[in-house]
């Protein structure tokens, strides 16, 4: 079984700090490409700027798999400069504005120091108080040194923390997948032509993963992310009842979720899996949110896709917080599938 040591969570750590707003993934493409150099066959950046690995297989007509994991985070655009360091943005992706307020934040490519501000409660009225802050009332704050233009992305500054058992960071989606394919890369399996996509602009549309799943033309796929893990207590104390998926619990293998039913050969084979090997496992429950299964399933004549993440909290937030067990558990769930797939897979 592989292991979750000092080089891996160094490794980790690196990619989340690194700032890969959705279209701007360039700091976290450089890390890949240095990591996966040495060890692919092929290595291609496309027109979008994922980053395309293959590693080829000893035997004949083996399955081509292709995993996938996307570089792009969350975060924020500017969009004008107002003055004396003031700058007004929009989100990129999915974030809930009620996060934002108060919240520090790096900007451009010097990842220059900055702040989401917005009116203090002191001088705001009842009426103000009584609805969450509109973006368009919010500023980036970067003093009157700081420096930025239109097109520059902005993320938040939380750096990542091993804390016990736990990690917690921005940007743990999907960077753990990242951190996980390049370690399946490194003890790539002989029997499967393997194909890695760490793909461009999946929060604003799965749109890196189109590109990819039809450049490889793979016989079967999965996405490898992060899953928001809805496993707080229930807010009268009770037993929650209506989690998703729970950390601790294992990968999430999703049986279907909001873009796709996954293929149940590759469902029920993944839980073979993990059942044979004493790998722990959950099946996430279907819900809202997708992964880049949406947009390889539909490349050129279909592909067979599948779904496993890493269970995390607090998505899209300044700080997530996943579990290292539930790193490892995954990253090994995946790598003995691999192992072990063979064409009688998908003539079940």
């Not at 989340?16 to 150099?37: F, H, P, T, W, Y």
């Not at 194909?195 to 793979?218: H, M, N, T």
């Not at 993440?309 to 003995?336: A, E, M, Q």
Request: contains cysteine; neutral net charge.
């Amino acid at each position: 079984m592989l292991t979750i040591g000092s080089p891996q969570i160094k490794l980790l750590e690196k990619l989340c700090n690194a700032m890969s707003v959705s279209g701007d993934e360039g700091e976290v493409r450089r890390i890949v490409l240095e990591e996966v150099k040495l060890y692919a066959d092929e290595v291609k950046v496309d027109a979008l700027g994922s980053v395309l690995v293959r590693k080829k297989a000893t035997g004949k007509k083996p399955l081509r798999v292709l995993l996938d994991a996307h570089m792009d985070e969350v975060g924020f655009m500017i969009v004008n400069d107002d003055g004396e360091g003031f700058y007004q943005f929009k989100t990129v992706g999915g974030i809930d504005e009620r996060h934002l307020v108060g919240k520090q934040v790096i900007v451009g490519k010097d990842h220059i120091a900055g702040v989401i501000g917005a009116k203090p409660i002191h001088l705001t009225d009842s009426s103000e108080r009584s609805h969450p802050v509109d973006i368009d009332s919010m500023r980036i704050d970067l003093g009157p040194e700081g420096k930025a233009k239109a097109g520059d992305r902005a993320t938040f500054a939380t750096k990542f923390k091993r804390v016990g058992p736990s990690i917690m960071s921005k940007s743990l989606d999907d960077r753990i997948g990242v951190a996980i394919l390049i370690e399946l890369l490194k003890n790539a399996p002989a029997n499967i032509e393997l194909c890695l996509a760490f793909s461009a602009q999946e929060e604003i549309g799965l749109r890196g993963a189109k590109v990819a799943g039809y450049y490889f033309e793979p016989d079967l796929a999965i996405a490898v992310d992060s899953t928001p893990a809805r496993d707080l207590p229930d807010y009268d104390g009770r037993e929650n009842y209506t989690y998703n998926t729970k950390l601790g619990w294992g990968p999430a293998i999703y049986p279907a979720h909001a873009p796709v039913i996954s293929d149940p050969r590759l469902v029920s084979f993944l839980a073979e899996v993990g059942a044979k090997h004493g790998i722990p496992y959950q099946f996430r429950q279907p819900g809202g949110g997708g992964t880049d299964a949406g947009a390889i399933q539909q490349a050129r004549s279909g592909v067979p896709v599948v779904s496993v993440s890493v269970p995390h909290r607090y998505t899209h937030s300044p700080v997530s917080v996943s579990r290292v067990d539930d790193w490892k558990n995954t990253l090994n769930l995946l790598h003995v599938a691999l192992q072990e797939m063979t064409p009688d897979l998908l003539k079940r």
